[in-house]
């Protein structure tokens, strides 16, 4: 890649400074530049995303040292300043200084998307109060592919960040959300992610959901099932190894939960009786429909013993 191939400008709509006639040249607009950078695999970045960072003036990152890492394998030379939560107040200022005398400025943050729990929204907010153009390369960011792996609905979503760490706010967040109807995001550290689930199921009732691990790296892992048969799981594997996200299914809402009628729950429940047990057909059907588990067991229950009843009947 050459160090100044050009960067597709962008923008449309915003106030444009006047583009010094240098980085004209380079291809690359004056402006901030928010740009996605890979989650675990280091292809996983775009053309354009190169581009810009070996182009800009500088490269504002969380971590010089990974980010380096990534250029160097891009043979990027670029000029890298450190920008974190811990020295962001005090760099901020010089940044949109240099932003303001006309330089181009890339932030990245040490994987995915810049601003999603990363550092970067403080910055944007002055440059923006600046009159400061701010642009991004658009690419990776966990939540996203974790909702489109998780095979719950994506047509509504919300993104909650990291839940709180301790259990009694944890829970009060989760309860603020049970009634909505749109799939559930959450970053979690996997050491807190069995004590999580289990608040989930708690909180939100019985709803399907996904675990993504590690994605886009060698164990990428996504296991999907109800919530309190994942909270299970991870209360008996210990916590996993690596990064995770933790998709859940919206409110079912009164309306879904009752749509289906008694005979169509019983068809239901009796395909999945054919290859498990009560247990897990209730708890499948459970998570799928957002009923009690308990009623589709003792439905799955009945079920089940009038099948023996019938089969022993029916024996010579
Ligand atoms: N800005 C980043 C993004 O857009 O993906 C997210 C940064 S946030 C500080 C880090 C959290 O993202 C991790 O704790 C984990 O929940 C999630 N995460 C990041 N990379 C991941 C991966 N490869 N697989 C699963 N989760 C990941």
Sequence with gaps: MPENAPATPAGAGQSRQETPASKQEAGVEPGLWLVAT??????????????????????????????????????????????????????????????????????????????????????????????????????????????????LPTDRFYFGGFLPAKAGPRRKALAALKSLDATLVFFESPRRLAASLADMAEALGPRPAAVARELTKLHEELRRGPLDQLAAHYDSAGAPKGEVVVV???????????????????????????????????????????????????????????RTRKGCAGDP
Excluded at 79 to 98: D, F, W
Excluded at 256 to 273: C, E, M, T, V
Excluded at 281 to 301: F, K, V
């Design 38 to 151: 890979p989650i675990g695999n280091l292809e996983d970045v775009s053309q354009r995303a190169l581009s810009v960072l070996a182009s800009v003036d500088r490269v504002a990152c969380e971590d010089t040292r990974r980010t380096g890492r990534l250029l160097s394998r891009h043979d990027i030379a670029a000029r890298l300043v450190s920008y974190h939560e811990h020295n962001a107040a005090r760099v901020r200022p010089t940044l949109i200084r240099m932003l303001k005398d006309g330089s181009s400025v890339a932030l990245v943050s040490d994987a995915g998307t810049p601003l999603i729990s990363d550092p970067g929204y403080k910055l944007v907010r002055a440059a923006l109060d600046a009159g400061i153009r701010v642009t991004g390369c658009p690419g990776p960011s966990a939540p996203l592919l974790a909702l489109v792996l998780s095979g």
């Design 248 to 306: 859940v299914g919206g409110d079912p809402g009164d309306a879904a939960r009752s749509a289906l009628s008694d005979a169509d729950i019983d068809g239901r429940l009796g395909r999945l009786l054919a290859t498990g047990t009560v247990r897990d057909a209730a708890a499948a059907l459970s998570a799928e429909t957002g009923r009690p588990r308990r009623e589709l067991y003792a439905r799955a229950l009945a079920l089940s013993q009038a």
